[in-house]
């Protein structure tokens, strides 16, 4: 069972259930805020960074080495190339815009939703995340504030769509998109350019709406934590909404220059951004003031940059990030990167007008 995809009731309940050690076969796991932590997953861990041959010690660029995990085990390379093929097999579905939460139309599929401060890299992110970093299917803008409604995108994965609507039935897209995509809703900004009606239609709808399963929290890498970012991690972590935060513009710290960094150079920034995830984590947990230890994964991406010239169609940590809203959405594939056949208890009821 995926805690994190239970309802926002039963992820408080587990807020406040003690940390309870929990043996297994080979695995020593712990059950506590936010789901399970493996401390020593033998044999579901993936093995360490490879090392370089004429440096040994220095970090190299693998998922366990750019982004900080203590819920979930670093994803494999068949389950990367799965969520990049996934995510970048077809265009997005335009599903609906709304500027209210009660506006939000009724849905039968998963959702996920990415908000951050104004100008933090959301919409580049995005594009990233869709396969199309050059296109604009979420707005890129230099002014702050420029996404003002809830914009909501289907990812089919590939999956077959329906009938196309007829002209100015825009809400029979919901019935051409398949079962087994997900969708991802692009929130307005929040700080500086945004606007109070927006953070209160945000919050209704990181609380009350059903077919959420997590919430990705951008942070600009190289400024850090904000007021504003602390007051919402706070919010979501007192409500228990499943989230992790995504820190963007991490190329800005591990890749600054025009051509890609040397092992050494690159070796030591990988430890840098381990310094500050573990900074941001340990900031938050002051902030709390309840003693707790918060688990969280910390992902690290860029939607500007690969690290060398034959990955320039595959950003920095993107892949990553793409498999956590699968997960997100129990959308996964199998150990050897196919597809898992959905069953029944995947399925989301479908909702009417009364549930909002």
Not at 310 to 319: A, E, H, L
Request: hydrophobic share 35%; net charge positive.
């Amino acid at each position: 069972m995926n805690v994190l995809q239970l309802p926002p009731s039963l992820r408080r309940a587990i807020l406040n259930t003690p940390v309870i050690p929990w043996r297994t076969a080979g695995n020593n796991v712990r059950l506590g805020c936010r789901g399970l932590s493996q401390h020593s997953a033998r044999n579901a861990a993936p093995e360490p960074p490879p090392l370089t041959p004429d440096q040994p010690g220095l970090l190299t660029l693998s998922p366990s080495t750019l982004n900080n995990y203590e819920i979930s085990i670093p994803p494999t390379v068949p389950q990367l190339k799965y969520a990049h093929r996934y995510c970048a097999s077809a265009s997005p579905l335009f599903l609906y815009s709304a500027a209210t939460f009660r506006s939000l139309p009724p849905s039968p599929h998963p959702e996920v939703a990415f908000l951050g401060r104004s100008n933090v890299g959301k919409s580049s992110l995005l594009n990233a995340l869709f396969g199309r970093p050059n296109a604009r299917n979420a707005h890129v803008s230099k002014r702050p504030g420029r996404t003002r409604t809830m914009n909501g995108w289907g990812v089919t994965g590939g999956l077959p769509l329906g009938a196309a609507p007829k002209e100015g039935q825009r809400e029979a897209a919901w019935k051409r998109f398949p079962r087994g995509g997900c969708v991802v809703v692009d929130m307005p900004g929040y700080g500086g350019g945004s606007h109070e009606e927006w953070g209160k239609e945000i919050l209704k709808y990181l609380q009350q709406r059903k077919q959420l399963r997590r919430t990705f929290v951008l942070v600009d890498a190289e400024h850090g934590l904000k007021r504003s970012d602390i007051s919402l991690l706070m919010h979501l972590r007192s409500h228990g909404i499943s989230h992790q935060i995504v820190l963007s513009k991490v190329d800005k710290l591990i890749y600054p220059g025009a051509k890609p960094p040397g092992t050494g150079r690159l070796s030591a920034d990988l430890m840098r951004l381990k310094d500050l995830c573990a900074g941001i984590r340990q900031r938050l947990n002051e902030e709390a003031g309840d003693g707790r230890e918060h688990l969280l994964d910390i992902l690290c991406a860029s939607s500007e940059k690969g690290l060398d010239e034959r990955s320039k169609s595959r950003r920095i940590g993107v892949d990553e990030v793409r498999w956590a809203v699968l997960s997100a959405c129990g959308l996964e594939c199998d150990d050897h990167g196919q597809r898992k056949t959905a069953t029944p208890s995947q399925d989301i009821t479908v909702l009417d007008e009364n549930d909002f």
